[in-house]
């Protein structure tokens, strides 16, 4: 009988522990997941080329994959690249895995502004150089 006892109490104590376990474990996987997209971003030209495909990314799926009716001035990111000139960002280097367009040819060493807007008319992200 105590033997008993003990189990049925063991068990509310560890079904309970257990589910607030799998509940943190859960929320932290879906905060983890979500990394917002730097405004600010210096650094050299690899480090620029993936912190622009994350924005063109969060943009493309803040607007339902491309399903949105609505066009959308998602981020203006100002950049600081450090590399030397002949390690210029090209357009067609940087990869995302949205469908975007580049309206400038390339970014030098120095400091730019790019705006990445989601354009419902195609759909498609494009990515303007403001002056």
Known sequence: MDVETLLTGMIFIIIPVLAIAIYVAVTWGVTESYVPCRTNITGTSQQVFRSLAKCSDKCWSKHRFGRDV????????????????????????????????FFFDSLEKGEHSI?????????EISLFLVY
């Open 70 to 101: 609505y066009n959308d001035d998602c981020y203006t990111t100002y950049i600081v690249i450090t590399t030397e000139a002949t390690n210029s960002i090209i357009k067609s280097t940087l990869s995302t895995s949205t469908p975007a367009s």
């Open 115 to 123: 705006k990445i807007r989601y354009n419902s008319s195609v759909p």
